[in-house]
């Protein structure tokens, strides 16, 4: 079946404008997560779902940023005002279920911003 | 704070030799860990599992080990060959949440 799949899978966007990102999660999986993976740098955790709910934000680098889910299946990472510094790979994942060592995390392809 | 730690540096094997490739932790005590293989350009895919009471997993040419007094986890790649050439990442779930860690990744090239 199909797999992760994100768009866009480039964006070039100014600085200070607002960007979307959408990952679309393998059918049926409830659970579902956000990296941030900068050059040289490991996977940075941003936030998860279960479901339509999120819940710990923490890991959301500044109030700039935002998720959501809606029907339990789309999601849509938003930057306002990015910066230089938001410039990365997102990358969204989704399993089965949160369920810790039984369930494994399926990523997609990983959408690359580049702020200029 | 918790951490990992990968060699950063790339690893260069010939053709056919095992490739280790090592995880070290602090601060932490994992139920379990996980090793995901990434190629340039694209996401993680999932290899190997391990729990805490494991010591050892196999899947095919390759082996987890997991020594949790020493805090590390050794990855094995047997008979190596150029197509196993990607970074491998490993992975802890932090204690009390469903959030994983990720370490930088170590890039492994298996020479023809």
């Known amino acids: 079946g199909a797999g992760v799949s994100q768009s866009p899978s480039n964006k070039v966007t100014e600085k200070g404008k607002d960007v979307e990102l959408r990952c679309d999660p393998i059918?049926?999986?409830?659970?579902l997560y956000w990296y941030r993976q900068s050059l040289g740098q490991g996977l940075e955790f941003l936030i998860y779902?279960?479901?339509?709910?999120?819940?710990?934000k923490s890991g959301l680098p500044s109030d700039r940023f935002s998720a959501e889910r809606t029907g339990g299946s789309v999601s849509t990472l938003t930057i306002q005002r990015t910066q230089q510094e938001d410039s990365a790979v997102y990358l969204c994942?989704?399993?089965?279920?949160?369920?810790?060592?039984?369930?494994?995390?399926?990523f997609g392809p990983g959408t690359r911003l580049t702020v200029t | 704070s918790q951490k990992i730690e990968q060699n950063s540096e790339a690893l260069n094997i010939q053709e056919g030799k095992t490739a280790t490739l090592t995880c070290n932790y602090t601060?932490?005590?994992?139920?379990?860990l996980q090793w995901y293989r990434q190629d340039p350009g694209r996401g993680p895919v999932f290899l190997l599992l391990i729990r805490e009471n494991e010591k050892e997993k196999r899947k095919e040419r390759l082996k987890v080990t997991f020594d949790t007094t020493l805090k590390q986890s050794l990855f094995h790649i047997t008979a190596s060959q150029p197509a196993d050439s990607a970074t491998y990442l490993c992975?802890?779930?932090?204690?009390?949440?469903?959030?994983?860690?990720f370490g930088t990744g170590t890039r492994l090239k298996v020479l023809a």
């Open positions: 601060n932490y005590s994992p139920a379990y």
């Open positions: 779902f279960q479901g339509n709910s999120a819940p710990d």
């Open positions: 994942a989704s399993s089965l279920a949160l369920g810790g060592s039984r369930y494994e995390q399926y």
């Open positions: 059918s049926g999986h409830t659970a």
């Open positions: 992975a802890l779930p932090t204690s009390g949440t469903y959030k994983y860690i």
